[in-house]
């Protein structure tokens, strides 16, 4: 095998594994699944309260949120924890090519986040009885993984950030939070004050969870088309961005001595 | 009365191995042992790594229970009377844990004091007088994550002590502790027993045990292979001089023949760098520096030193001898 | 006060102490209440059947109490454990639920810092009038759900020391508690079976007191209850951290070494 190839999937099982020391399925299942179901099941709820929204649009909404919290979070600790064990500078101490190092650290991420959010979809369609086109569930699994990728993303540069800072997961949890705001996901975007509208259109998410909506209703791939290659763009973005802030730290953090900072 | 009673002390721990298939493991850390510390005694127990010293002082401060056996502080039974037991004595492990990393060194102590149920007015004093016993007075007001390592080994000391308990226990107090904070400590546990306490101590360092302790039980793999007071371990064990040869490129067989010299009781060989170091216990009925060196004709010997055994000879000889 | 009292009480102060100096800490149970308090606000700001703001406001604050509860109480004494103060704390005379109450009280107590900050949050940005009705039932209502809930938390950190397997529930608990304690949603709008669930838990009964202290209505029931609640969690935790001890002697798991 390729020596970057071998890299990336050497690089991503370690980093999987940090993320998930307790993978046994007795408890994976619990918290990665009952989790976004649970998160489904109370906005959909808060939505009747509040007279606002049908189930279906909390049911699409939150499950691709909750990938968010799988992608922003597993990113994080990916290399948060790495840190932790303080390996990570050992880890660096290697000529391995940087960009299978770090992206292999990203792929087991994105797919945990994208299963995350189809576990939401289950819990929606068992207890709350939402429905879609079967045809559709193809179009909607592609939206679930750009979802994903362009959260992982996100993550990639709060990771980055991380690299830098001991409070990682206070940086996740202040991006969770701005998303679950901002990005339309229990609050119509018209419903939101002008400059959040605003900003929610150059966060991941916003336009992934519109399309989702509209694929969940019936619409082609085609019709959302500008919303997805507008959310793959920005993926695309925060990933190099994250990247670049990875590499350009990784060259300080070796100069000032801070990649181990316990 | 002895204060500290151990009758034939057994524990077993089962844990698991393997991380795929999990098999079910037993270890036998302690295997019958049998000891008694009087009041007002520091006692020690020494051992190699793994021989069973902290699984021993855990079933005596009743946070283990033994598999079989059983034991006794100040009359009291550690499995039945733990509470008893646990308002009577104090104890200390080693290391830099066990501590409120946020809170300061006095709140520290308020807690433990709370918990030992040393409150009301006596508690400001008493964490005043260990404060000032372990010589942190001053520093108190500080948050525990800027203390050094011995700072910290004096406050897990000060916590030990708090309710003033007459039995110590102490799980390798100086572990990770400068020679001159190690000094200072050895000289608080020594003030320990002024005061009346009865101490058990566990420590790597031969020269602390040597120093402190009244008596010693040598522990390895779980069962005591020596006892006594630090004269005695000596002078069982070498019987009687060391003689120490220096020499360049000894062979096996060379060693074998020195130890089959009459009145040689055990000999070892320590590397150092070009040459290497013969430690040769003898009895001491007959000088056998001549012989000796006769037996080595044809090495190159450097100098020769014949000494009296230190408890580390002692030791050494009581936990390799199979 | 009697011994168990102080132990209690300095043990409280202590810990809340050393939470209160904790960055992650202090900062989650800072933010998460304002953005469910935010997501609420806006969500019954943009139609006209929803509850007030105030309503919100005072859901937001306590779905606080529960959220430090359920991601830290779960675990307090694993963490303890990983302290390396596990040992310490059984080692001492005091009696074990009276030593581990305090830790899972002071971390639900944490959760009374969102109170004061989703109040504010709420009046400054949202305009939300803090109008409390009866002040001195409302400073009554919030240290009495502070202490079921805390309690909540010991029972359900002495559970999941014992069914280790378990422990990384606590954090799955979140939503599932806030669904249906009423914090935001009312229980009318739940199916009935779910209704003796809430009704077991203290969250359901905090939240009606410190509401109904500020909104108006009967506080003295789900006072009463809190605290009938409160006994029933002690004798429940009691009874889990004595099978505990005893389990943890027998096969070493106090300490991690
Ligand atoms: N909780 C545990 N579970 C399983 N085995 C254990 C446990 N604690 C100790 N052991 C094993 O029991 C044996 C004795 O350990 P113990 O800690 O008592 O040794 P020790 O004499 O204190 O060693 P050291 O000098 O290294 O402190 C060792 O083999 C150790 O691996
Ligand atoms: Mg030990």
Redesign the interface.
């Given at each position: 095998m390729k020596t970057w190839l071998r890299i990336f999937f050497v690089g991503g099982v370690i980093s999987f594994r940090a993320l998930f020391s307790?993978i046994?399925p007795?408890?994976y299942i619990?918290?990665m699944l009952?989790?976004p179901t649970?998160?489904v099941?109370?906005f959909a709820?808060?939505?009747?309260?509040?007279?606002?929204k049908s189930d279906s649009w909390f049911v699409v909404g939150n499950a691709v949120q909750s990938a968010s919290v799988a992608a922003l979070f597993g990113m994080g600790f990916a290399i948060d924890g790495e840190r932790w064990t303080q390996t990570l500078s050992a880890v660096l101490a290697t000529p391995a090519n940087r960009a299978a190092l770090f992206l292999g650290r990203a792929l087991p991420v994105l797919v945990n986040a994208a299963v995350t959010a189809a576990t939401g979809f289950l819990g929606g369609a068992l207890l709350l009885g939402f429905r879609m086109p079967w045809s559709q569930v193809p179009a909607l699994a592609l939206v679930l993984l750009l979802a994903s990728f362009a959260c992982t993303g996100l993550g990639m540069l709060t990771g980055a950030v991380g690299l830098r800072m001991r409070?990682v997961?206070?940086i996740a949890?202040?991006t969770m939070?701005v998303l679950?705001?901002f990005c339309g996901v229990?609050?119509?975007l018209d419903?939101?004050p002008g400059w959040m509208h605003r900003t929610a259109d150059w966060l991941p998410m916003t336009h992934s969870i519109a399309a989702a909506r509209r694929i969940a209703e019936g619409a082609s791939l085609r019709s959302v088309s500008s919303e997805l290659l507008r959310e793959l763009a920005l993926g695309l973005t925060y990933l190099l961005v994250g990247f670049g802030l990875m590499r350009f730290f990784e060259q300080e953090g070796r100069r000032l001595g801070t990649l181990d900072r316990a | 009365m002895a204060v500290i009673e151990a009758i034939e002390l057994r524990r077993t721990y089962r844990t698991t191995t393997g991380v795929i298939r999990r098999k079910p493991l037993e270890v036998e850390a302690v295997r019958g042992i049998s000891f008694a510390v009087e009041q007002g005694e520091l006692f020690g127990l020494l051992g190699p790594n793994g021989a069973g010293k902290t699984t021993t002082i855990k079933m005596l401060i009743t946070l283990l229970l033994p598999t079989s056996g059983e034991a006794r502080v100040l009359g009291h039974n550690v499995v039945d009377d733990a509470r008893e037991v646990r308002q009577r004595i104090g104890y200390v492990f080693g290391g830099d844990r066990g501590l409120y990393e946020r809170l300061s060194a006095y709140d520290n102590l308020r807690y433990f004091a709370e918990l030992y149920g040393v409150s009301g007015k006596a508690q400001r004093a008493r964490i005043d007088e260990v404060l000032e016993l372990v010589g942190l007075k001053g520093r108190e007001s500080e948050r525990v994550e800027g203390y050094s390592r011995g700072m910290r080994q004096r406050l897990h000391i000060a916590r030990g002590i708090l309710h003033d308990p007459e039995v110590v226990f102490l799980d390798e107090p100086t572990i990770g502790v400068d020679p001159v904070g190690a000094r200072e400590l050895r000289t608080l546990i020594a003030n320990l027993i002024a005061t009346g306490k009865t101490v058990l101590l566990t420590t790597h360092y031969m020269f602390e045990a040597d120093a402190l302790c009244d008596r010693i039980a040598v522990i390895a793999k779980g069962t005591i292979v020596g006892e006594g007071t630090p004269t005695q371990l000596k002078a069982n064990v070498a019987g009687g001089r060391v003689t120490e040869i220096e020499v360049f490129g000894v062979d096996d067989a060379a060693v074998g023949r020195l130890r089959g010299i009459d009145g040689v009781t055990a000999v070892t060989v320590e590397d150092r760098d070009q040459k290497q170091l013969l430690i040769v216990q003898t009895t001491s009925e007959r000088e056998l520096t001549a012989p000796l060196l006769s037996e080595l004709d044809g090495v190159e010997v450097g100098r020769v030193a014949s000494r009296e055994p230190t408890l580390e000879d002692a030791y050494v000889a009581l936990v390799t001898a199979e | 006060m009697t011994r168990g009292a102080r132990v209690f009480w300095t043990g409280f102060v202590l810990h809340f102490k050393n939470l209160s100096a904790s960055p992650f800490m202090m900062v989650t149970a800072a933010i998460w209440p304002l953005v469910y308090a935010t997501l609420a606000f806006l969500m019954f700001r943009a139609t006209h059947q929803a509850p007030s703001l105030l309503y919100a406001a005072l859901g937001a604050a306590v779905m606080g109490i529960w959220s430090t509860t359920a991601t830290s109480a779960g675990g307090a004494i694993q963490q303890q454990r990983w302290l390396g103060i596990l040992e310490l704390l059984v080692g001492t005379p005091a009696r074990l639920i009276l030593v581990l109450a305090p830790i899972t009280v002071a971390i639900a107590g944490i959760g009374v810092y969102s109170i004061a900050t989703t109040l504010l949050w709420g009046r400054l940005l949202f305009g939300v009038p803090i109008h409390v009705l009866h002040p001195f039932l409302f400073a009554v209502a919030i240290p009495a759900a502070v202490l079921s809930i805390g309690m909540l938390g010991l029972v359900l950190a002495s559970s999941f020391v014992l069914y280790r397997s378990a422990s990384n529930l606590s954090q799955a608990l979140e939503y599932p508690i806030w669904l249906i304690t009423g914090m935001l949603i009312p229980l009318s709008l739940l199916p009935g079976w779910v209704h003796p669930l809430a009704w077991a838990l203290a969250p359901t009964w905090g939240m009606r007191a410190v509401r109904r202290a500020a909104i108006g209505g009967d506080v003295g029931v789900p006072l009463l209850v809190c605290a009938a609640l409160t006994v029933a969690y002690t004798v429940l935790a009691f009874l889990l951290l004595h099978h505990f001890e005893r389990l943890a002697r027998d096969r070493a798991t106090l300490a991690l070494t």
């Open positions: 307790w046994r007795s408890i619990p918290t009952l989790g649970t998160q099941l109370f709820y808060l939505g009747r309260t509040a007279h606002l409070d997961p206070i949890n202040l939070a679950l705001i229990n609050i119509p419903k939101l | - | -």
